[in-house]
């Protein structure tokens, strides 16, 4: 394909773009029309045209578009275009005669605008990842809905998905207001955005700064114009990893078919993140497409379903290791989950390395899967197990944990966000101090991979471990990572299929890693749920979900706070996702019950992390969790729930 130049000529000029559009617009059946906002006399309202080869300019941003099939506002490219998804977005990509005298290629679209456009991917078709569902998807329309007014990004606008005004202030040290003022580590600051009039079209003159492409603009139907996106290497193209659409909150949600559910006749606001995500459309589609067209055990055998089931299998391999930017695919094990991924490690690396009198340190933090299987090693070998302290708000102690390492401690297995708390925990210092000493470091990423970006070559861990069901993919299913040279040196902790490469009654002769740990038939499907669930994540983008997470978290944490008998557990100025507190005069499982009453589900117990709320001086907590495609709104209905029940025990 040909790059994109620096200099961007418009693909068509603003008279013959808004031409096209009215006529479109007045092509269409008047029943399927779309409500759009008043605009000013004399104004014509907008179509919602999306440029050619703009990711909603058709569907799933994957492929030529039908004429006149409508497209969701804020679909996420790739992902599938539904019945029932409201607000369209019309395509232009099928006039390719107006597009001359740029290169087009074999479906309408001009080349140069397939290197600007993320996650594009040509051979496929309505379904990313998904082979051959393209002719599937090209005839299918969605229902057109009313269009409200409002924009339905959250940082333009109050309501709708942005923080309510106000809000008690914090008093001057708390550890929440440090909270609120943690940045994010993002390519570039944003930008200022500003939306346009209702009715005007994007500008089609040529940017004046070349890392800006018309391509991406476009007209929403509340009025609004989706800003360019800067290009991080100047006039260079944009690849799929570097530019993401704008976030909408309401266009994520309506891509997970189980937000629509109602419970005791109230909307659900899924606040149980933390224990599991649900899964976008796109994920139950490819599991479904799976046992429909490529069933199969892999590896293997000479027939075609074999081979797409091996190819998907692989494919989703190499998704966990972009994903987690490890170096060399085959270092990728599949497990069932994070549980599992320690226990290998364990029962396999600490079985061979870990002796009588050596130490592993883990930290007070951890959940039981990340304790339970040091213990049970500890006992076997007649080793010791050393516990890192936490402060008050509930950060690790860094320079107590330097006391720990001594050239006794052979590894050293922490969390990066903790599932009880929500403290986000310094584990590339950890890691570093632990290498130092000469011990080996596992880090545990199933609270991390859903709410921050992991470069597990950055943080220097010789293991990193996650489950899919974390992270909006299926359940039984997890990745371990592991270094080469550490791998290679461990031994197999089960024996069976698929990872022996010769059997004789006197020897047994092991297949190479990954096969080495993957003993018998894996769980294929799932595999490939997980490598879409990589696919739907990483095409939002992972700096735009922290930003979200993180003012809502701190909008969350700050009302919470302000409730008399609310105590919040867990404050470390670093935190990702968790709200846990406790209300007094009240059991957990009694607020629990009241929020449920009002359809919001969160999670009140332990929640398998025992020692830290006992740190704390509590056996269990209410733990509202987070994710991407939760609101402002949700939150707000939490705290009015809690603030009842505090007024009515008052009383």
Known sequence: M?????TFEAPIDPALLAQMANALFSARPPSSVPSLPLTPPGVQAPVNIAPPGSPLASPAGLGPSVPGTPIPQGQVPGTNVLPASPTPVLSLAHRAPALAPHAVAGNGVPDNVYAAVPGYEPRFGSMQGVPGAQDAGAERTAPVAAV?????????ESGH?????GGAPLPAGDPLDALAHQPFATPEPPRAVQAAPVGTLPSTQPSADPRFYFVDA???PSGYVTPAKPSPHGDAPLGAQERHPPFDVHAVRRDFPILSERVNGRPLAWLDNA???HKPRSVIERLSYFYEHENSNIHRAAHELAARATDAYEAAREKVRAFLNAPDVNEVIFVRGTTEAINLVAKSWGWQHVGEGDEIIVSHLEHHANIVPWQQLAAAKGARLRVIPVDDSGQVLLDEYRKLLNDRTKIVSVTQVSNALGTVVPVKEIVELAHRAGARALVDGAQSVSHMRVD????????????????????????????????EDMPPWQGGGNMIADVTFEKTVFQPLPNTFEAGTGNIADAVGLGAAIDYVSRIGMENIARYEHDLLCHGMRLLGGIEGVRLIGTAADKASVMSFVLAGYDTDEVGRALNEEGIAVRTGHHCAQPILR????????????????TFEEVDRLVAVVRRLASLRRA
Request: aromatic share 16%; glycine share 10%; charged share 10%.
């Open 275 to 277: 224990a599991t995500t």
């Open 161 to 165: 998905g942005h923080p309510s005004p």
């Open 456 to 487: 597990v070559q950055d943080i220097g861990a010789d293991f990193f471990v996650f489950s899919g069901h974390k992270v909006f993919g299926p359940t039984g299913i997890g990745a371990l990572w592991g270094k080469r040279e550490v791998l």
């Open 148 to 156: 409200t007014p409002h924009t339905p990004y959250y940082f333009l």
């Open 615 to 630: 740190r704390f001086g509590v056996e269990t907590t209410v733990r509202p969790s987070l994710a991407f495609y939760n």
């Open 218 to 220: 476009v007209v929403l």
């Open 2 to 6: 040909t790059a994109v130049p620096s």
